[in-house]
């Protein structure tokens, strides 16, 4: 059975990789640093099903739930807690019939407030918004006004999650719009030290509700 997504934390999203090893020991330090959820990022493909096994492992030992992006495939092989879906991906519905009724579905949703709509009337696990701040990871991404937090907390009845170029210092006016998650890549695996970037974020979420 898979994780619960949580209410509200730290998101944490691997960057691109070469060594596995070098990942999953990143990985660990940013586990132990308090992150809710994680995401495997691999566009190139380059985990095989054992490594995600592994990092699926190493998850759960935290209590801490693993998101596939973009490949339902590899998370039912390896029995992962949900996949992340954007624009050009499969529907939640394909979704839900690959992985099952209690799988994690996050669905991407930009700056389009409707689609996140559809996304939780669909069943969605949480939508995520962004990017709110310039990202490496994807610097052509439109940028997004913070006041779509606000809209979609009055509209949509499950989780937001608030995604490109957060730091600890400008992620606390994202909590205080109503994102309900961080997810931040670089700011956390792109620190020299990746235990003490994920608790700094985490600080953001103590007493902020």
């Given at each position: 059975?898979?994780?619960?997504?949580?209410?509200?934390?730290?998101?944490?999203?691997?960057?691109?990789?070469?060594?596995?090893?070098?990942?999953?020991?990143?990985?660990?330090?940013?586990?132990?640093?308090?992150?809710r959820?994680?995401?495997l990022?691999?566009?190139?493909?380059?985990?095989?099903?054992?490594?995600?096994?592994?990092?699926?492992?190493?998850?759960?030992?935290?209590?801490?739930?693993?998101?596939?992006?973009?490949?339902?495939d590899?998370?039912?092989?390896?029995g992962?807690?949900?996949?992340?879906?954007?624009?050009?991906?499969?529907?939640i519905?394909?979704?839900?019939?690959?992985?099952?009724?209690?799988?994690?579905?996050?669905?991407?949703?930009?700056?389009?407030l409707?689609?996140a709509?559809?996304?939780?009337?669909?069943?969605?696990?949480?939508?995520?918004?962004?990017?709110?701040f310039?990202?490496?990871?994807?610097?052509?991404?439109?940028?997004?006004?913070k006041?779509?937090?606000?809209?979609?907390?009055q509209?949509?009845?499950?989780?937001?999650?608030?995604?490109?170029?957060?730091?600890?210092?400008?992620g606390?006016a994202?909590?205080?719009?109503?994102?309900?998650?961080?997810a931040v890549?670089?700011?956390?695996?792109?620190?020299?030290?990746?235990?003490?970037?994920?608790?700094?974020?985490?600080?953001?979420?103590?007493?902020?509700?």
């Amino acid at each position: 059975m898979a994780l619960p997504f949580p209410a509200s934390g730290t998101y944490a999203i691997t960057p691109p990789f070469e060594g596995f090893d070098q990942l999953i020991k990143q990985v660990e330090l940013v586990l132990q640093g308090g992150i809710r959820v994680l995401q495997l990022r691999d566009k190139q493909r380059r985990a095989s099903d054992s490594q995600a096994q592994e990092l699926l492992q190493l998850c759960h030992a935290y209590g801490v739930p693993l998101i596939i992006n973009d490949d339902l495939d590899l998370a039912l092989r390896i029995g992962a807690d949900g996949v992340h879906l954007g624009k050009e991906d499969l529907s939640i519905q394909a979704g839900r019939q690959y992985l099952g009724p209690e799988a994690i579905i996050g669905i991407s949703c930009y700056g389009d407030l409707q689609r996140a709509i559809t996304a939780c009337e669909n069943h969605a696990t949480y939508v995520a918004f962004g990017a709110f701040f310039p990202s490496s990871t994807k610097p052509q991404a439109p940028r997004v006004s913070k006041e779509i937090l606000q809209q979609a907390k009055q509209k949509v009845q499950c989780p937001v999650v608030a995604i490109g170029g957060i730091t600890p210092t400008n992620g606390k006016a994202l909590l205080q719009a109503g994102t309900d998650l961080l997810a931040v890549i670089n700011g956390i695996f792109g620190q020299p030290n990746p235990k003490l970037a994920a608790m700094n974020y985490n600080a953001l979420f103590e007493g902020n509700r």
